[in-house]
């Protein structure tokens, strides 16, 4: 073995069975840290690969696939392959695409026959472009989750997640629609439920009184009944304690979120079958594995 006086032994080169399994792994998504552990305990005795070996071979077999495409263009041409429903929008000045909206028929299968509750949410880390990739998740009796649709938009403003949403739409026949749909901002005129989380946040950075401990405002069972009150006269007993006690609070509470209390109230939203879902987190935990 030869020693160096720094650093570790480089594999000069792989075999063809060695550069197999790399492309599987490669195309499996599986990250080159990875790669590099599976070769070694194929060939123990032979040196570990080096991460930016790994790297390099994985960068030119999806160029290779891209055949000369950019990365978008590519996507775009695998989704047409693979039979996905698009819907696209292009700017007509400069002639950009702007919006993209993309199901698989088996997902939209799905969807037609669990159309109970949808959750909407969107996250801008996985993409070269920055653009807010938007991810629409369904759940299945048996509590799994599965994706119905990825829409890549310029923005998020009020009018692009309106398109959005027709698009949803179209995927059902008749002019059917979701029980609930859960977002993390209001669209007027759909269906939908407030994430709770994202109540709790948007109230935290903008509360009135800075003394108010956020904390203990949204753990105290004031707002706790507020929120789950049953009934018109349990709403304004919890309304009444909560004056009590947080008084700074309670005008900025009724101006700013309880003019939307049917969207989050279990007063209001127990008139609509939503199995429990309260927020976004089953999309944000699909955002999580799309990022790995």
Request: some cysteine; aromatic content about 10%.
């Amino acid at each position: 073995m030869t020693n160096y006086a720094e650093g570790h032994r480089r594999r000069a080169a792989f075999d063809a069975d060695e550069i197999e399994y790399i492309e599987k792994q490669v195309l499996a998504q599986v990250p080159p840290a990875k790669i590099s552990l599976g070769l070694h305990l194929r060939t123990p005795e032979k040196p570990r690969p080096a991460i930016k070996q790994l790297y390099n071979i994985g960068s030119k077999i999806r160029s290779e696939m891209r055949a000369g495409r950019n990365p978008a263009q590519h996507m775009l041409a695998s989704a047409t392959e693979a039979g996905y429903v698009q819907y696209r929008e292009i700017n007509s000045e400069t002639a950009q695409l702007t919006h993209i909206f993309m199901a698989h028929p088996e997902a939209i299968r799905m969807y037609r026959s669990y159309k109970f509750v949808v959750g909407i949410d969107s996250t801008y880390n996985t993409n070269t472009y920055k653009f807010p990739l938007v991810e629409m998740i369904e759940m299945t009796p048996t509590n799994q989750n599965f994706i119905i649709a990825y829409a890549i938009m310029d923005r998020e403003r009020k009018e692009d997640y309106v398109w959005m949403l027709e698009k949803l739409r179209t995927l059902l026949p008749n002019g059917e629609s979701p029980n609930v749909i859960h977002v993390n901002r209001a669209v007027e005129k759909r269906v939908n439920d407030t994430c709770k989380y994202m109540r709790r946040r948007n109230t935290s950075s903008s509360r009135p009184d800075p003394e108010v401990d956020m904390g203990k405002f949204f753990t105290s069972t004031c707002w706790y009944f507020v929120v789950y009150a049953a009934t018109d006269d349990q709403l304004r007993e919890a309304l009444g304690a909560m004056n009590e006690k947080w008084p700074s609070m309670v005008e900025y509470i009724e101006t700013t979120w309880l003019v939307h209390g049917e969207k989050f109230l279990r007063l209001h939203t127990n008139t609509s079958t939503y199995y429990g879902n309260t927020s976004t987190s089953r999309v944000e935990a699909a955002h999580s594995v799309l990022k790995e």
